[in-house]
């Protein structure tokens, strides 16, 4: 069993930065493909970021190629979600998920744990 919490969401204007955190338990979290999706309020949830296993391979979707970074820690068990330039569009709760299968999908389908969400607002 994986048990996820997300941290670090807030309010920021336009142009700033958010750093996310997702804290994960369990001892198999250096194994697992770690990613980041968003849902906004009547939209579908999207990925955003993923990184695999060992952290070395990273992709994110176009919207935020460029603006946001993932990173892992696997000793403190924790991944990462630096999110710059930020735009009123990535408004959403955040959501850190697991897969375990350790490549790191953009389907939500694909991860088997889910953290709670953090709510991220941009204003404009």
């Known amino acids: 069993q994986v048990q996820l919490v997300e941290s670090g969401g807030g309010l920021v204007q336009a142009g700033g930065s958010l750093r996310l955190s997702c804290a994960a338990s369990?001892?198999?979290?250096?194994?697992?493909?770690m990613g980041w999706f968003r849902q906004a309020p009547g939209k579908e949830r999207e990925f955003v970021a993923t990184?695999?296993?060992?952290?070395?391979?990273?992709y994110y979707a176009d919207s935020v190629k460029g603006r946001f970074t993932i990173s892992r820690d696997n000793a403190k068990k924790t991944v990462y979600l630096q999110m710059n330039i930020l735009k009123p569009e990535d408004t959403a709760v955040y959501y850190c998920?697991?897969?375990?299968?350790?490549?790191?999908?953009?389907?939500?389908?694909?991860?088997?744990?889910w953290g709670q969400g953090t709510q991220v607002t941009i204003s404009s």
């Open positions: 369990g001892r198999m979290f250096s194994s697992y493909a």
């Open positions: 998920a697991a897969d375990m299968t350790g490549w790191g999908q953009s389907s939500p389908d694909e991860y088997e744990y």
């Open positions: 990184t695999r296993w060992s952290g070395t391979s990273t």
